[in-house]
């Protein structure tokens, strides 16, 4: 069965971060799972301990405590929650929780919104990519000023949206999911809501999320790629992560089957463990 370790942070500085280690660890690379702006990592992490079994991998949640990184969702933000994470990638190898393979990354609702700008501002970071239900996107065109699209406009987002435009093929070259819950149609209180992202985004997740797929199939063709990005809609459930695990087979596409090989760690420092059944 997986272990389950708890790796103390410093605040503003090194989040703290929840370790999945499979029973029989498989030669794949770690999956980094980002939590939403309700911070259920302990939640996360006990829906996704089997699935460590199941493929072999180790799984990473890092939390962004509200405290320090109040608006992490950003990635490139005030708080620079972008910075924190590889931090605690580089400490993670060091202390050989996790091997030198390139990591895959998954986030539900704020943590999707943070995956997709953190790989896309560090596009040689991390690999494979599962987007769920973010509240709202950075579309890779130029119909916007950062952080809503790759336009200029914001004196303080200037380098952050050239970034963007720099690494917009490495950031979509490669594969990503893209996956919204049906029933995901509420205007909830965590649901950006302001005029300017209703018009340029859609009313909904669901609208959202099918509107930046397009966009990002469309710039994956301008560029000449052959695109490997795909878009799911999930059966019966809405917007909850417990939801959708259970009524949406979430898990298979949230830490799926890796494919490339990792060297695995070779000492581990244990701080606490827990047997996850």
């Given at each position: 069965m997986a272990q389950v370790y708890f790796r103390p942070g410093v605040p503003g500085a090194l989040p703290e971060a929840w370790v999945i280690q499979p029973e029989v660890a498989r030669r794949a690379p770690p999956v980094l799972v980002v939590h939403g702006l309700n911070r259920?990592?302990?939640?996360?992490?006990?829906?996704?301990?089997s699935q460590a079994d199941v493929t072999g991998r180790t799984i990473v949640?890092?939390?962004?405590?509200?405290?320090s990184w109040?608006?992490?969702?950003?990635?490139?933000?005030?708080?620079?929650?972008?910075?924190?994470?590889?931090?605690?990638?580089?400490?993670?190898?060091?202390?050989?929780?996790?091997?030198?393979?390139?990591?895959?990354?998954?986030?539900?609702?704020g943590g999707a919104q943070f995956v997709h700008?953190?790989?896309?501002?560090y596009p040689d970071v991390v690999g494979r990519l599962c987007l769920v239900a973010p509240g709202w996107w950075t579309f890779p065109d130029m119909?916007?000023?950062?952080?809503?699209?790759?336009?200029?406009?914001?004196?303080?987002?200037?380098a952050a949206a050239f970034?963007?435009?720099?690494n917009l093929m490495r950031f979509l070259d490669r594969d990503i999911t893209v996956m919204v819950g049906e029933l995901d149609v509420q205007q909830d209180r965590n649901l950006r809501q302001d005029p300017y992202v209703m018009e340029q985004q859609g009313s909904n997740r669901v609208v959202r999320a099918r509107m930046w797929t397009a966009?990002?199939?469309r710039a994956s063709r301008r560029?000449?790629?052959?695109?490997?990005?795909?878009?799911?809609?999930?059966?019966?459930?809405?917007?909850?992560?417990?939801?959708?695990?259970?009524?949406?087979?979430?898990?298979?596409?949230f830490v799926p089957f890796g494919q490339t090989p990792s060297r695995l760690p070779t000492t581990k420092m244990h701080l606490r463990l827990e047997e996850v059944a």
């Open positions: 259920e990592t302990e939640l996360m992490t006990r829906l996704l301990a949640l890092p939390v962004f405590d509200r405290t109040p608006r992490f969702q950003r990635a490139a933000g005030k708080d620079r929650a972008d910075w924190a994470l590889l931090s605690l990638l580089e400490v993670l190898r060091s202390e050989g929780w996790i091997g030198d393979a390139t990591p895959d990354m998954s986030g539900f609702s700008r953190f790989a896309w501002l119909r916007g000023v950062y952080p809503y699209a790759m336009g200029t406009g914001c004196p303080n987002d200037t970034r963007l435009r720099a966009a990002a199939l560029l000449g790629l052959s695109p490997r990005i795909r878009f799911e809609l999930m059966r019966e459930c809405g917007h909850g992560f417990g939801d959708c695990v259970a009524n949406g087979a979430l898990v298979r596409s």
